[in-house]
């Protein structure tokens, strides 16, 4: 990797950040802090978008905007939208705090849909890609 990669990661990362506490605020000023709906919402979105750029780079006709941009949506905007250790420590705290079926729930409610929306993100576009 080249310096125009590294800063095209710290762009998006710097990026992804920023709306992961705007997103993250917002959802709790909304649904309050009883669970950790944020994180799951930031970790689904994040995953749709991956599912969607990976997609369109297997297209390369109607791939979004090249390998920079890739890199900068996949590595850089993801890595700092998405926030599996954010996730983890909350699901921790559930568990500290005897809330196990809120741990639980966290648990499969934030991996099967992420995975959901990951592939649902891939196989939309790569439908809509194909016609």
């Known amino acids: 990797m080249n310096a125009t990669t590294y800063l095209l990661i710290a762009a998006g990362g710097a990026v ?14 909304m649904l309050g802090m009883g669970f950790p709906w944020g994180t799951m919402i930031i970790n689904v979105v994040g995953s749709a978008i991956i599912g969607i ?12 905007g090249g390998p920079e941009v890739r890199i900068f949506l996949m590595v850089g905007f993801c890595g700092g939208f998405t926030t599996f250790s ?35 993100g891939y196989l939309g576009t790569a439908s809509l890609l194909s016609r």
């Open 16 to 29: 992804g950040s920023v709306g992961r506490a705007w997103v993250g605020t917002q959802v709790a000023r």
């Open 53 to 64: 750029v990976a997609a369109t780079a297997l297209a390369s006709s109607r791939s979004v």
């Open 86 to 120: 954010s996730f983890s420590l909350q699901t921790f705290e559930l568990l500290r705090e005897g809330r196990m079926a809120a741990a639980f729930a966290n648990i499969v409610l934030s991996v099967g849909i992420c995975l959901i929306a990951s592939a649902a």
